[in-house]
Each structure stands twice: as C-alpha cells, then as structure tokens.
C-alpha cells in the first residue's frame, strides 16, 4: 500500500536534518585543519630560536655587541691619555725638545734669532728632522728687533705630557706625544706674561738606543 502524505514529509524532513548534520561535522573538520596550517608557520621560529646552531647563533653574534678582537681595540682607541702611556725615555727626550724649541733669550749676548732655539732643539731630533731645524727659520725680523730692544726673555715649563687623543698606542720603536706647556716672557721694565701652549711629537727610537723627535705634528 502506498504510503500516506504525511509519512513522506516526515521522512524527508528527518533525512534533511541528518545531511544537515552530516554537513556541519565535515565543515568543522576542514576549519580545524585550515587553522591548525595557518598556526603551524608561526610556531617554527620559536622553536628554531630555542635550539642552538650556527644559524641561530650568527645573529647573536652580531647583534650582542662587538667581537673580542674589536672590543680590545675599541678600548685601546678610547684609553684615556695618560703620562704613563708614553715610554719614560721617550717622555724625557720630549720635555727637553719643547724646552728648547719653545725658549729664547734676546738679551745682549744671548740668541741672534729665532733659529737659534731651533739649532739648541736640533740635539734632540733625528739627522733628517735636525737638519730642518737648523735651517733659518720663517718668523718675523721684525718681532725679533722688538725683542731685542726689549731684552725679552722667553722661558717654559712643561706642565703635561701624554698620548695624543686618538694617535696609535707606543711601540719600541714609535710613540707619539702630546706636550702641554707653559710659557713666561720677561721683558725689561715690564711685568711678565704667561701663556699656555701644546705641541705634539712623533718620536722614534733611533738604533743607538736613543729616542729622538721625527717630527712636530701640529705646533
């Protein structure tokens, strides 16, 4: 016997529900699997940086700071000048130089020019370096007269000595060296002055054994 209306609608009503159900379960399923790809990528880079290697390490590296190598010379390029950095015979040989280059004596019977402080600081530098210093200097003829009427004499003391800021560290056979002095210029009649200067030296260690002035690096 055929079935009645009724029972046919209540069939298909009760198959829709289960396709319906059937439907939602295989949509969640493929949700969970897209979501579970999508996470999965994020999480590699946690796990690589937890585990040690070269590749993990190389960053660190460089992003931590300088290597030892570039630390020591970054230290040695900020080292505070001191006199102590300076070789005590190269120090030595420097104060006498300045001493000599920097003080003149326009009294009668004493210095004829200029140069003459330059012969005197001559004893003290290398043959190449002495030799230009011997050699008659380019100052004013004119400020010597005026010293010579005025019987000045010009005599300094040397305050300091160090390393230049940011000039190579001293070997045994280089060094340079920076001079702070000071001045006093005494002429007749007159109350003296003071002034306050600096000169930089290079310095070499000759092979006699003696350290000698190269050259004047700023003046």
């Known amino acids: 016997m055929p079935a009645s209306q009724p029972e046919k609608s209540g069939f298909w009503k009760i198959f829709a529900l289960f396709a319906a159900a059937a439907l939602l379960a295989i949509t969640g399923i493929l949700l969970l699997v897209v979501d579970r790809g999508r996470v999965a990528p994020f999480a590699e880079p946690d796990t690589a940086a937890a585990s040690p290697g ?58 004829v020019s200029f140069s003459d402080a330059g012969r005197r600081a001559a004893a003290y530098a290398t043959d190449e370096f002495a030799a230009q210093l011997r050699e008659p200097g380019d100052r004013s003829t004119r400020l010597w007269q005026q010293w010579t009427a005025g019987k000045v004499r010009v005599t300094c003391v040397v305050d300091r000595v160090a390393t230049p800021d940011g000039a190579p560290s ?50």
């Open 54 to 111: 070269p590749a993990s390490s190389a960053p660190s590296t460089s992003s931590a700071g300088p290597t030892p190598t570039s630390q020591g010379t970054a230290a040695a390029e900020q080292e505070p000048s001191a006199p102590g950095a300076v070789p005590p015979e190269a120090a030595d040989t420097a104060r006498r130089f300045v001493l000599a280059w920097a003080s003149h004596d326009a009294r009668p019977g004493h210095d």
């Open 170 to 219: 001293a070997t045994t056979t280089r060094a340079y060296v920076r001079l702070l002095y000071t001045c006093t210029t005494r002429a007749a009649g007159q109350p003296a002055t003071r002034s306050h200067d600096q000169l930089a030296l290079e310095m070499r260690h000759e092979p006699a054994g003696a350290w000698r002035v190269a050259a004047i690096v700023n003046a």
